[in-house]
């Protein structure tokens, strides 16, 4: 049997009754899995390219920023601008949103990404990812310029969400709203070829990612939860668990899908609002994902993607993978 190619399985999409998958949207995940690939080619080259370190310059959060980070950045936002599908976007490595430019059109949706997720591992050799989420933009915007405002929407609003994963083979898995999907990048072919799909968290793996070292700023019931699962054999296995940490989100999340488990980012109990991962380019894509697989998301309190944004650089608390196990938790811990 011929191989599924993103654009086969895009078009396809689009020609459903009701589709979910509009040809500017195609357009558009097209154009982001080509950046992907042009990053993909970026961090293979390594030090031969001149790609790894740091730079001078901080990001909107303080961060230091990989010279990846800026690169990433500019092959998302130079592949997206001059296409006509877009009417902004936005990113952890940019203050603010970038418009489109008037010398190009304007399109429908809002793309805010997250260009290299796990930075930290780039150096080392390790996984790292792009995030992605698309947004539609707001009527109201039609004849203006696209504001900040325009992009704080809920995760419910996204239309679809994915990631790139840069690992030992360079993987696409994407969401339009109809199930999770993963291509692998043939680098002969240039292409991404579908190698799984719909895909579903495999329920009852007792593997848990958190990063111990934040421990002190856990809520007591995180922490309880985790000392039941490393050291009384409590929780659904009957028997101690394992931990995988990989500080990728991307890679920790990749696993969840294919293995199962659970992830936690909690927020820090002793200072309020104080959280590590993202709301809009972060949370809410992974989110769309994972509950698309059939695994939840939530902040402790309530469903992430039910969150109002009221920043674009908002941070929250995340635990999401298993459904059962992050039920134990739903309305436990403060947000
Ligand atoms: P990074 O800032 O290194 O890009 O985006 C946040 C994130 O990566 C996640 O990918 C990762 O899970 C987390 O930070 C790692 O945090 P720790 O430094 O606490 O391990």
Not at 16 to 23: A, G, I, K, M
Not at 72 to 83: H, P, Q, R, Y
Request: hydrophobic residues 40%.
């Amino acid at each position: 049997m011929r191989p599924t190619t993103l654009t086969r399985f895009l078009l396809e999409k689009q020609r459903e009754p009701n589709s979910t998958c509009p040809p500017e949207l195609r357009l558009l995940i097209e154009t982001v899995a080509r950046a992907c690939k042009a990053i993909n080619h970026a961090i293979a080259k390594g030090a031969l390219g001149d790609v790894l370190g740091s730079l001078d310059s901080e990001n909107v959060q303080g961060e230091v920023q990989k010279k990846l980070d800026v690169l990433a950045n500019e092959l998302l936002v130079d592949a997206n601008e001059w296409g006509g599908h877009l009417a902004g976007m936005a990113s952890e490595e940019m203050e603010t949103i970038h418009p489109i430019p008037n010398r190009y059109p304007r399109g429908e949706y809002l793309l805010v990404y997250d260009p290299i997720d796990g930075s930290s591992n780039v150096d080392v050799n390790l996984s790292v990812g792009t995030i992605f989420s698309v947004l539609r933009a707001p009527e109201a915007c039609a004849g203006r310029e696209v504001r900040e405002e325009d992009f704080l929407q809920p995760g419910t609003a996204q239309v679809a969400a994915g990631y790139a994963i840069y690992g030992p083979q360079t993987l696409l898995v994407l969401t339009i709203g109809s199930g999770v999907y993963e291509f692998t990048l043939d680098r002969e072919l240039g292409a991404w070829i579908m190698t799984d799909g719909p895909m579903q968290i495999p329920s009852g793996n007792c593997e848990i990612a958190i990063n111990m070292a934040r421990r002190p700023q856990w809520a007591p019931e995180v922490v309880t939860f985790i000392d039941d699962r490393l050291t009384s054999g409590k929780g659904p296995c009957g028997r101690d668990y394992n931990m995988r940490w990989t500080a990728s989100m991307v890679a920790d999340v990749h696993r969840i899908l294919k293995r199962g488990g659970v992830f936690l980012y909690p927020a820090d109990h002793r200072t309020p609002g104080k959280a590590r991962l993202r709301l809009l380019y972060e949370a809410n894509p992974m989110s769309f994902l994972v509950e698309q697989a059939g695994g939840a998301s939530i902040d402790g309190a309530g469903r992430i993607m039910e969150v109002t944004p009221v920043g674009l650089h908002q941070r929250v608390g995340l635990i999401l993978g298993d459904k059962e196990q992050v039920a134990e938790l739903r309305g436990a811990v403060p947000a």
